[in-house]
């Protein structure tokens, strides 16, 4: 009867044993991807629609600076993760003046990207592979702009840390096809809002290519808002800085902007 006890209890031993050496990593594979959705949620989905006048300050190593003056509108269909649309005028430079970008953003396949370049009166279509390429001049690509799929990347937690006075998780997010021009990414996101605070992306060799930072996180009618940040180029030694300013969300937003039309005429009630 012993025996049989003893036998019986080390078995179940053994299968417990098991489970709790199992079980965290199952729990930490999850619990990466569900932060990288609250992630995306927080900086890309947050209210109905939204609408923001944008100053990205382009500066070169020496110091020498560009101007770009936008309105940037964004519309959600369907829940977070789900399909997108976004519009974008330029005030200035005089070179940039009266160009639009429109943006379909879809889950699971490539996104649809439209410019408008006045100078030659033509609505050119981006390609897919041209994602990773610079938006407008800036050290932002046309994908930072609206957003990663998450399904395009495997998601680990790496560690748990502070950035600054936040308490952040970093998550590793490396694609699943190299599809980008860097082989992985680390992003500190804020356990409380989960806004990501900084990101690291590491390009093909294993070095640190570009890093962005939320300078400056502000309430907007109840919604953590990244109002200030910067990209750098640490290779190039270039850096972009942003400004948002009249952030606004639920603003009722027509689906009718976002059509090729409007790229040539946008209507002047929601860019200025």
Request: hydrophobic share 35%; proline share 3%; glycine share 4%.
């Amino acid at each position: 009867m012993n025996k049989q006890f003893n036998w019986r209890f080390k078995k179940m031993r053994f299968f417990i044993l098991l489970l709790i050496m199992l079980l965290p990593l199952k729990v930490f594979a999850v619990d990466a991807v569900g932060v990288i959705k609250k992630s995306q949620e927080a900086f890309h989905y947050q209210g109905r629609d939204f609408k923001a006048r944008v100053l990205m300050k382009l500066i070169s190593k020496s110091g020498q600076e560009r101007i770009r003056e936008l309105a940037m509108l964004r519309k959600n269909y369907g829940a977070s993760g789900g399909e997108q649309k976004y519009f974008m005028y330029f005030f200035q430079p005089a070179d940039v003046k009266d160009l639009t970008f429109m943006v379909y953003k879809y889950p699971a396949k490539d996104d649809d990207r439209w410019l408008f370049v006045p100078a030659i009166n033509m609505v050119r279509r981006i390609a897919a592979q041209d994602k990773s390429s610079s938006f407008v001049g800036s050290d932002f690509t046309y994908e930072d702009v609206s957003g990663r799929d998450i399904e395009d990347d495997t998601h680990s937690i790496v560690k748990e840390e502070k950035t600054g006075t936040r308490d952040c998780y970093v998550i590793k997010s490396a694609p699943k096809v190299q599809d980008v021009d860097y082989s992985y990414r680390l992003s500190w996101i804020d356990k409380v809002n989960f806004l990501p605070l900084k990101e690291e992306y590491y390009d093909r060799k294993g070095e640190l290519s570009r890093v962005f930072t939320a300078d400056e996180v502000k309430d907007v009618k109840g919604f953590p808002t990244v109002t200030k940040r910067t990209m750098k180029n640490l290779q190039s030694g270039h850096r972009t800085e942003t400004v948002f300013t009249k952030t606004d969300y639920n603003i009722g937003l027509e689906d009718s902007l976002f059509s090729e039309r409007f790229l040539k005429q946008p209507p002047r009630k929601w860019i200025e």
